[in-house]
């Protein structure tokens, strides 16, 4: 039995699911995800193994099918084994559909179609002709286009870099983007009708940042990050991802204890985010390994200009031994963030805000007023 049978049943299923666990609370959207057959827009995925390597699955079944599930379906991956399009967990879609605050009427541009499945959703929402959808891949685009014929929905699409909107359709109500961004387009903020609003994954460092919803505002886009974090994959061709060329690691200084946890990008987003806005735009951060059990040891940084550090991992909380060389003091400019961060009772992400100009881009606490960086 496979998800061909019974995928109204399955579709059904995960509304309820996703309404049940309280991510989905408008009845629109509930009825969307129960009308919209992802098996048949995802036909195929990609399932990463131990070794790195990925393997072909058929999202249908036979078993549980992975399509009617909240996971999200890596569908396409590049040469050096990245994933670089999916189709994203129903339960985050769902989340930002509702936080886009869609309404009757509204024309919604979609940055990154990727297999359609968002499209088919907001299609079924507000009606084909009101949803536009860009993706830098035309290969997806064609297929997406296809796949939503075929389940009888005709959105705009095309195939075209994102950054620059699509001006020809605009002014839109909701611009979303499915992939992240270092900074908001500017473009964007000008296809946004007045009042309109824009959703969108801001990655200022590696893996620093999360969903902002910026509204319209004269001459500006301003508004606060989601309470909870997502992540998306990067926009392609505005992101540089890929290792930075690396001066000689410079020599170490004295070694000392550090308070700041060693690996706010996974224990302390919001750190990790303060830390980035000072820290060189291709510092990366990784592991060093235990050579006999192999397991993370210590949390390294770098940057390009040979500035490193090392922060050793405890499992008891103790202060962690930090070893930092070179010309930026790369720690000590987290030590700092954290410093402040904990100084403002820390703050969650509901509490950081963003506004957005043609030149500039001010991320401010609690008040637009309250700029920290
Ligand atoms: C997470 S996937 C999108 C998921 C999609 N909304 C869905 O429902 O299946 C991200 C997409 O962004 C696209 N993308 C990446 N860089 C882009 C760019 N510069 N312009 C437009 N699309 C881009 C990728 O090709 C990928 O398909």
């Known amino acids: ?122 299609s079924h929402r507000l009606g084909a002709d009101r949803v536009f959808s860009l993706d830098v891949d035309a290969k997806l685009v064609a297929h997406a286009r296809e796949r939503l014929a075929a389940i009888g929905h005709r959105p705009r699409l095309a195939a075209r870099d994102g950054i620059a909107g699509w001006p020809a359709h605009g002014p839109y109500d909701r611009i979303i983007a499915t992939c992240s961004v270092p900074r908001i387009p500017w473009a964007w903020a000008e296809q946004t009708a007045p009042d309109g609003a824009v959703l969108a994954d801001l990655k200022v460092g590696p893996g620093a940042g999360n969903l902002v919803l910026l509204h319209r505002h004269g001459d500006r886009l301003e508004g606060r990050f989601a309470s909870r974090w997502a992540a998306f994959m990067t926009m392609r061709h505005h992101t540089d991802d890929g290792p930075p060329v690396r001066g000689p690691k410079a020599a170490p200084g004295p070694q000392r204890d550090t308070t700041a946890p060693a690996q706010p990008w996974n224990t302390h987003r919001e750190v990790w985010l303060l830390a980035c806005l000072t820290l060189p735009p291709d510092v990366r951060y990784g592991y060093t390994l235990d050579q006999t059990t192999r397991a993370p040891k210590a949390t390294t940084l770098s940057a390009p200009d040979g500035s490193w550090c090392e922060v050793d991992l405890t499992s008891d909380g103790t202060p962690a031994r930090v070893r930092e060389g070179g010309p930026t003091p790369l720690w000590t400019r987290v030590e700092r963030a954290w410093d402040a961060w904990t100084g403002w009772g820390e703050p969650g992400w509901g509490r950081f805000g963003l506004t957005v100009t043609p030149d500039t881009h001010a991320l401010w606490l609690d008040e637009p007023g309250d700029v920290i960086g």
Do not use: C, F
Request: charged share 20%; net charge negative.
């Open 1 to 122: 039995m496979t998800a061909e049978h019974d995928w109204v049943g399955l579709a059904a299923a995960l509304a309820a699911d996703l309404t049940g666990s309280g991510e989905l609370r408008d009845p629109a959207w509930a009825d969307a995800v129960a009308a919209t057959p992802r098996h048949l827009l995802v036909p195929t995925a990609y399932r990463q193994q131990p070794d790195g390597s990925w393997v072909a699955i058929d999202t249908a079944g036979p078993g549980p099918a992975p399509a009617y599930s909240a996971t999200t379906l890596v569908t396409e991956v590049d040469d050096r084994g990245r994933a670089v399009s999916s189709s994203t967990k129903p339960d985050l879609m769902v989340r930002m559909l509702e936080l886009l605050d869609v309404r009757d009427g509204h024309r919604v541009l979609e940055i990154g179609t990727g297999t359609g499945y968002n499209a088919a959703l907001l």
